[in-house]
Every structure is written in structure tokens, then in C-alpha cells.
């Protein structure tokens, strides 16, 4: 029993070392990241877009969209010209 049980260690403990060595191995040959990037292609500074566009929500449905994408109607903004007919949701 003394046998089996000194192979049973010897066999886990490298089983483990061997887990160890190819989690080591991984994370080293992991490439880094590609830095963050805008819809042109070009590099975002730090992860921020100095160029961000504001976001605004629609006065029917409420969802938010980016300001150039937005229906501006009489002084409120929209999703879309349909909801721009339909006016605030009551």
C-alpha cells in the first residue's frame, strides 16, 4: 500500500507541475492586444475617442442613438421619421 500510494503523489504532483508549466506558457506566448480603434481605422488615443459623437434619445421610444443618426423635429429628437409623426408616447 506504501508503494501505491508514494506513485499516486509522484504521479499528481507532475501531472500538476506539468499544468502549471503549460498555464506559464500560455500566458507568455499570448500576442498583445490591438489598441482600440475608430470606424475610419485610426487609432483611439488612450481608449477615448477625443471625437465622440453625443448620444441623444428618441422622445417617442426612448432609445439612444448617435446625434448625426437622429431625426430633429420640432425641437425634439427622433429615432426615426415614423416616430417623429406618431409625437411623444403617452
Not at 481605422?41 to 442613438?65: K, L, T
Request: net charge positive.
Amino acid at each position: 500500500m506504501g508503494k501505491f500510494l508514494f506513485w499516486a503523489v509522484v504521479i499528481l504532483g507532475a501531472l500538476f507541475a506539468a499544468r502549471l508549466l503549460a498555464a506559464h506558457n500560455r500566458k507568455n506566448n499570448t500576442p498583445p492586444a490591438a489598441p482600440p480603434t475608430r470606424p475610419d481605422g485610426s487609432a483611439a488615443v488612450n481608449g477615448n475617442d477625443a471625437n465622440a459623437e453625443p448620444m441623444v434619445r428618441c422622445a417617442h421610444c426612448g432609445i439612444h442613438m448617435p446625434r448625426s443618426e437622429a431625426v430633429l423635429s420640432d425641437g425634439k429628437t427622433w429615432c426615426s421619421t415614423e416616430h417623429a409623426k406618431l409625437g411623444l408616447r403617452q
